[in-house]
């Protein structure tokens, strides 16, 4: 039975929302959201709905005037930074301090506990805060996404928005890429000795219908691939059927970032390679002769 009554969900994107309500569905008996892009989503009780044209910041006042009144027993956000400028301002209204990269949430005794990695992933921290008004950013893939039930009653959210007219929009040329939803993932490290092998990589991901992925030292070092790609603590947290692990040693920041994968699979030229040690299939290889022999095998 769940614990609490009302849960807050806030979101910008569909696909993170839907995580958010399935887990606070665990969670609370009433589930009211607010997500940006949320329109199709037909899960949880109540959806908070701003007029057409408010931007997520724009809904700022109203979803902290909304809290203020209502004071949800807990309020679950997504980790984008608007939404982490959002659950400082709640906490600061609501006298808390917010729960970060929770990667589970438990309600005991009137309070919401939530579940960290901390040290790069060398231990989990417990930390608790009471409720109502317990805030929770919640990593990414910590809970399914929910599945279309019936559709929510619907809420009006009184925001209002900007007066600044938008006479023209330049935009700044970044990768989006969602590898949250990747169920293959194929993550390239420093094995790689240049951009141009990268090619190699790409093909075998295409061939086994996967997204690229990458380590640190390949998107911050050599700049190869944008950071939207590199998987780790200070990274991405996936959550993949199949991990893919091509001349990357195995270093703790890099595969905490995978350690919810189904199947880890490496290719490394070292025996003693670490990553030896955390694989389901591990193949004693260079990566640069062995892709194209396995894109024509598998
Ligand atoms: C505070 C902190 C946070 C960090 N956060 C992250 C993070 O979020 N994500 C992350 O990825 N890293 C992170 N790091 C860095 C991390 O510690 C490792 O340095 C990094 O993950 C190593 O990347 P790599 O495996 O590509 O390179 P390396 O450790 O250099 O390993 C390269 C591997 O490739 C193998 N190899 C070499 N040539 C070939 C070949 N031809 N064919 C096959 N194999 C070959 C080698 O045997 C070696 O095992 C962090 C570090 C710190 C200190």
Not at 148 to 161: F, K, N, Y
Request: hydrophobic share 45%; net charge negative; with cysteine.
């Amino acid at each position: 039975m769940a614990d609490a009554k009302t849960i807050l969900v806030i979101a910008e994107g569909e696909d993170r929302a839907r995580e958010l309500l399935y887990g606070a569905a665990q969670l609370g008996e009433r589930v009211v959201f607010y997500c940006q892009d949320g329109g199709a989503i037909n899960a949880g009780d109540v959806r908070l709905k701003a007029q057409e044209g408010v931007a997520f910041v724009e809904a700022i006042p109203a979803l902290l005037a909304f809290a203020e009144a209502e004071k949800p027993d807990a309020i679950l956000l997504e980790t984008t930074q608007n939404c982490r400028l959002l659950a400082g301002e709640l906490a600061a209204k609501l006298g808390t301090t917010p729960l970060c990269d929770a990667q589970s949430l438990s309600i005991e005794n009137g309070k919401l506990f939530s579940e960290r990695m901390v040290y790069g992933g060398a231990a989990n921290r417990v930390e608790n805060e009471p409720m109502p008004g317990a805030i929770a950013l919640v990593a990414a893939a910590a809970y399914q996404p929910a599945e279309d039930a019936q559709a929510p009653a619907e809420q009006a959210l009184e925001a209002v928005a900007s007066p600044v007219k938008v006479t023209g929009i330049e935009e700044k040329v970044v990768e989006s890429v969602n590898l949250a939803a990747a169920k293959t993932l194929v993550c390239v490290g420093r094995g790689f000795g240049a951009e141009e092998e990268l090619k190699l990589a790409e093909d075998f991901a295409r061939h086994v219908g996967g997204e690229i992925g990458c380590t640190r030292p390949i998107s911050e070092g050599e700049g190869w691939m944008s950071s939207a790609r590199y998987v780790g603590v200070s990274g991405l947290m996936l959550k993949p059927d199949v991990y893919f692990g091509l001349g990357i040693s195995g270093q703790v920041q890099h595969m905490v970032g995978v350690n919810g994968a189904r199947v880890v699979v490496a290719v490394n030229k070292d025996p003693k390679a670490p990553i030896f040690d955390q694989c389901d299939l591990g193949l004693v290889a260079s990566v640069q002769e062995a892709l194209p022999l396995l894109v024509d095998a598998l």
